[in-house]
């Protein structure tokens, strides 16, 4: 494909996320970047219907119809509900389009590991949209990591009747589960795990302690049960404690700086910096969109690639196991 030649998106599931897409995707067609939202696909017609009609484009019922009809869609977000991430994505790729599918991945590791089979056969650019790897605190922070040590994540929010089909930990601590295992890059060994329904019948708040093989402990809390909105990241690593706000999209960091004092023994006058690093404020999907394209459009690898994808997935999977045996110790479904 040309560097500058147009690039036809599709969104397959314009449900409560999906048209955030749809927006985004017209938004950056508006600003001049060489993309145009060119379809919507619902199952539900009524819902394509109207929001083809307020970005003046074709909807769809079908992903089948779609592609019968509009042979130059080249790139399409998968949007639907993840039981379906596999289904339609499959079809999509085996038509000969590029896909960003939402997260979490898929429903298991075999149709996660099917995922990444059909990428690799079809020759398809394919990204995970594990969203906070694009919030820009987050990419401020990256290039800040050298040893973390100890991690404290808060993900709370408050009660809404969305995706009370998965437990919390597939629907929010995934998010963070992610943005942790890309900044420690070692294995997890242990896992302990304590989680309870309170509105739904799944998980609606979990505490998790992980433990890697580079002795990095991190603990998470998620709940779609708080009453305040949360979402914070707090790390340790030698002589720096470093706090992310995602919701304010800024980054502390509080460094030791040792002046005098021999080395082990306590510093006399230990000095704290405070750091912020200068950060660009950005909605998160708008530039992982942006960098979907630009994936698109070099055929490189995606900077959220499906292994990431398929790697927090197992480890929610395996959280949420760990979650099941605890309730089987404390016999929850006699209390
Ligand atoms: N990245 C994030 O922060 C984030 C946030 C919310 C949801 N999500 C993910 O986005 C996906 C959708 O979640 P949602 O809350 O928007 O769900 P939703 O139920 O509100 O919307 C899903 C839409 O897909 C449609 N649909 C179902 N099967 C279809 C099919 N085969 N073809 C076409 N349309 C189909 C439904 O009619 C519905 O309109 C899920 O995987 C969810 O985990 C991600």
Partial sequence: MASDNIINVAVIGVGAFGRNHARVYHELQQQGEPVVLTAVVDADVARADALAREYGVRAFGSVEQMISTRGE????????????????????????????????????????????????SQGRVAQVGHLERFNPA??????????????????????????????????????????????????????????????????????????????????????????????????????????????????????????????????????????KPPITQEEPLHAELKSFLHSVRHRSRPLVALEDGRRALALALDIVATIQQHQGKIRLDQL
């Fill in 138 to 275: 987050v990419r401020a922070t990256v290039p800040l990591i050298t040893q973390p040590m100890f991690f404290e994540v808060h993900r709370l929010s408050v009660f809404t009747p969305r995706s009370l089909d998965v437990d919390v930990v597939l629907d929010l601590m995934i998010h963070d589960l992610d943005v942790v295992l890309a900044f420690v890059n070692s294995p997890v060994t242990e896992i302990r795990a304590v989680g309870l329904p309170i509105l739904s019948g799944k998980v609606d708040i979990a505490n998790v302690r992980l433990e890697f093989a580079s002795g990095c402990v991190a603990n998470f809390t998620a709940s779609r049960v708080s009453t305040e909105r949360v979402r914070k990241l707090r790390f340790f690593q030698p002589k720096q404690y470093i706090s992310v706000d995602y919701g304010r999209q800024d980054v502390l960091v509080f460094s030791v700086d040792r002046e005098g004092g021999l080395p082990g023994t306590p510093s006399i006058n230990p000095q704290i910096k405070v750091a």
């Fill in 73 to 120: 869609i080249q790139a399409a977000s998968v949007a639907v509900p993840t039981a379906g991430h596999l289904q339609v994505a499959r079809t999509l790729m085996e038509a000969g389009v590029d896909v960003l599918i939402e997260k979490p991945l898929a429903a298991s590791i075999g149709e996660a590991d099917e995922l990444i089979q059909l990428a690799g």
